[in-house]
């Protein structure tokens, strides 16, 4: 019976936790993408709660201030922190060394060079397709964004929470802590990158599908360097460069 039972909880605990082929320990996949979930409605629970309380508003008008600047910076620099808590704690449930399961380690100096080259020419690339095809290079949500927070003479708080805040915020989650817990070994890592760009994109319906799909382009950038690189803190620089790129576009587009 004593075999039976050990057996027993040693399957239960390979749905929780598991061990990949460096020996490290990790979530296990279901377990990861669960707890991701309840750090992002953590982070986002909190975010809309400071902006119903500063706005005094119900649940049934936060709709019309989705495209606001203020509102978005608002929500982002409330919940990034608070998610970003909840992930340490979970990543330090499974390996103490919550920094590392994270992957908030310093990049090598050749991985930023190559990182700012690659994603710059992917910039072009991606632009130059939109051009091309005939298509804006800012999306109507950019420019209402950008109005609001200038409006309010918020710009700057925007500018900061698009190129720092929201990068820390979303690589953490995609590219740190789902990546390291469905990234078993090299044979998976393709996958990984794949699974974790798509789920990105699909958290920015704000876009038509068109440029949800650079998103997932720019996903599967990310993640290849994550994989590479073995550190998050790249992946951040690297969508914040993006971020920054995007922030100029719009700049030009309201002030042609």
Aim: aromatic share 10%.
């Amino acid at each position: 019976m004593a075999p039976k039972r050990r057996a027993r909880r040693e399957k239960g605990s390979n749905l929780t936790s598991n061990v990949d082929s460096l020996g490290r320990r990790s979530w296990g996949r279901w377990a990861t993408l669960g707890l991701g979930l309840i750090a992002v409605l953590g982070g986002q629970i909190a975010g809309l709660a400071v902006v119903i309380w500063w706005y005094g508003v119900d649940l049934s008008h936060l709709q019309d201030l989705a495209s606001d600047g203020v509102v978005a910076t608002v929500i982002i620099c409330i919940s990034t922190p608070v998610q970003v808590l909840l992930l340490a704690i979970m990543a330090r449930q499974a390996d103490s060394r919550a920094v590392e399961y994270l992957g908030l380690t310093l990049p090598r100096k050749g991985d930023v060079i190559i990182g700012i080259i690659v994603v710059s020419v992917f910039i072009v690339l991606v632009d130059g397709v939109s051009w091309l095809s005939g298509r804006d290079l800012v999306t109507p949500f950019q420019l209402d964004m950008y109005r609001t927070a200038s409006a309010a003479g918020w710009l700057p708080w925007l500018l900061l929470t698009a190129v720092v805040v929201a990068p820390i915020g979303e690589e953490t989650l995609f590219r740190g802590f789902l990546f390291r817990g469905w990234h078993r070994s090299n044979r998976d890592a393709w996958a990984v990158i794949i699974v974790t760009a798509l789920l990105w994109a699909l958290v920015h319906p704000q876009y038509e599908l068109y440029y949800m799909a650079q998103v997932l382009a720019y996903g599967l950038v990310l993640g290849w360097f994550r994989w590479v690189s073995g550190s998050t803190i790249l992946t951040i620089l690297l969508h914040g460069l993006i971020n920054l790129e995007g922030m100029v576009e719009t700049s030009f587009a309201v002030h042609p």
